[in-house]
C-alpha cells in the first residue's frame, strides 16, 4: 500500500521525539486493529516502521508481517490493508498540529523496530 497525501504540514516544527511518537502511534493502531480482527488466530507479527523529514517531505515506511491461523472466509491482506489504513488515519489526525500554509523544511529522522506481538 503506497499513499501520498499532501497535509501542509510545517515540516520545521517536527522534532524527533514527535517522530518517535508518531511511530509509536502507527504501532498501536496497527496491533490494536490485527488484535480486534484476528484475536486468537493472530500467532505472529513484525512490524517495522520508519518516519524522517526528508527533501520537504515527511516519509513514512512500514513493513508489517502477519502470521494467523484463518479460514478461507478472512482475508489476511485486506485485514492488513485496513490496519494500515487505520494507522494513517490516526497518523494524519496527529499531524493536525502541524498545519500551516508556510514553506516546508527538513529536519530530523528516527526509525523503530520494535515488536510488538
Known amino acids: 500500500?503506497?499513499?501520498h497525501k499532501k497535509l501542509n504540514i510545517?515540516?520545521?516544527?517536527?522534532?524527533?521525539?514527535?517522530l518517535a511518537q508518531l511511530t509509536?502511534?502507527?504501532e498501536e493502531e496497527i496491533v490494536k486493529y490485527l488484535n480486534e480482527v484476528l484475536a486468537l488466530r493472530l500467532t505472529d507479527c513484525n512490524i517495522t516502521?520508519?518516519?524522517?523529514?526528508?527533501?520537504?517531505?515527511?516519509v513514512?515506511?512500514?513493513?508489517?508481517?502477519?502470521k494467523a491461523y484463518f479460514?478461507?472466509?478472512v482475508n489476511l491482506e485486506a485485514v492488513v490493508d485496513s490496519a494500515l489504513r487505520r494507522?494513517?488515519?490516526a497518523v494524519e489526525r496527529f499531524l493536525t498540529r502541524y498545519r500551516t500554509s508556510n514553506?516546508?523544511?527538513t529536519t530530523s529522522s528516527k526509525n523503530n523496530n520494535y515488536n510488538p506481538c
Open 1 to 3: 500500500m503506497k499513499s
Open 103 to 105: 514553506k516546508h523544511d
Open 10 to 18: 510545517n515540516l520545521n516544527k517536527i522534532q524527533l521525539e514527535d
Open 24 to 26: 509509536h502511534i502507527i
Open 71 to 73: 479460514s478461507n472466509s
Open 87 to 89: 494507522a494513517f488515519d
Open 60 to 66: 513514512v515506511s512500514i513493513d508489517v508481517e502477519v
Open 49 to 58: 516502521i520508519g518516519a524522517e523529514v526528508k527533501e520537504e517531505e515527511l
